[in-house]
């Protein structure tokens, strides 16, 4: 209901913990944030971005999906290679770079030569007063990220990865707030505005990086008969426009879970997307949405 993968995983966590009668982790915590004063600046990034979101419309595409299992040592040496590009490149960075610049290639050019690319994360850390790791709602911040039509060209994977660390490491706690505050402006007599896709028109990135915590994915355990997930998978309902890449942990390392949404058409081409397969990713199929 929240479509808010962190919550359901801590809540699969705190079920297992349960189960074997152990104390809970991450007890859940149902106390909103509280917000700041909202800013003088009525027009900020968020909440222009928000309200073109809200008045965007995409016709209805079959969609499919498609995943890939990149292990721990790939990662590694991936990001060694772009060490000179993106220094502090973590494997969303790589992957979000990798995959956002493969499907917009395929996707071809546009009029204005410019291709965009939403980001999505969970703010419940990156806030000034953090929100407790069990916060039971909806984290998730969307912001739009610009590429030029040159950057996808060139086929630089180290100055995609850069582009894409600099965005995610330059989000501001304000920006947070102001889509709050612009979400909670859309009440009209006490009801909400009607709703419109956050997953999409553009192509949506999503990090589950804030998933791992110390060097263990949250997601990976939910232990149950003293047996450990082999593989996780999540999926993203009535995703729509130009797709979705979810980036997830895996069970070991920096090895990572990458779920890609697309147009029927498209998931076929990028399944045989050599740029992908050269990194020997393991292929799983999950067929039409």
């Not at 969609?63 to 990662?75: L, V």
């Not at 402006?185 to 791992?212: D, W």
Request: charged fraction near 20%; glycine fraction near 6%; include cysteine.
């Amino acid at each position: 209901m929240h479509a808010d993968s962190t919550s359901l995983a801590l809540l699969l966590k705190a079920w297992s913990e349960a189960n074997r009668r152990q104390t809970i982790a991450y007890p859940p915590s149902f106390h909103p944030p509280t917000p700041q004063p909202p800013s003088t600046n009525i027009e900020t990034k968020s909440t222009n971005y928000l309200a073109a979101k809200s008045q965007a419309h995409t016709p209805p595409v079959k969609m499919a999906t498609a995943t890939f299992k990149f292990s721990d040592s790939t990662i590694k040496q991936c990001i060694s290679r772009i060490h000179d590009k993106c220094p502090h490149a973590n494997p969303f960075d790589l992957l979000a770079a990798l995959f956002s610049t493969r499907i917009l290639h395929l996707k071809g050019p546009k009029n204005d030569r410019t291709h965009s690319l939403s980001v999505c994360v969970d703010f419940r850390r990156l806030l000034q007063e953090p929100l407790p790791y069990g916060y039971f709602g909806n984290a998730l911040y969307f912001s739009l990220l610009s590429i030029n039509a040159e950057e996808i060209e060139c086929g630089d994977l180290g100055r995609m990865a850069e582009l894409v660390h600099c965005h995610v490491s330059g989000l501001k706690e304000e920006e947070f707030w102001s889509a709050l505050h612009w979400l909670e402006s859309q009440k009209e007599g006490g009801k909400y505005a009607p709703p419109f896709t956050m997953y999409g028109p553009e192509l949506t990135c999503v990090s589950m990086e804030h998933m791992i915590v110390g060097d263990q994915s949250v997601m990976y355990s939910a232990i149950f008969d003293s047996a450990r997930p082999v593989h996780v998978s999540c999926h993203v309902g009535n995703v729509e426009g130009e797709g979705l890449i979810l980036v997830m942990p895996s069970a070991e390392g920096r090895a990572r879970t990458v779920t890609v949404t697309l147009p029927e058409e498209e998931i076929a081409k990028l399944s045989k997307d050599q740029a992908i397969l050269c990194l020997e990713p393991e292929v799983l199929f999950c067929g039409k949405v």
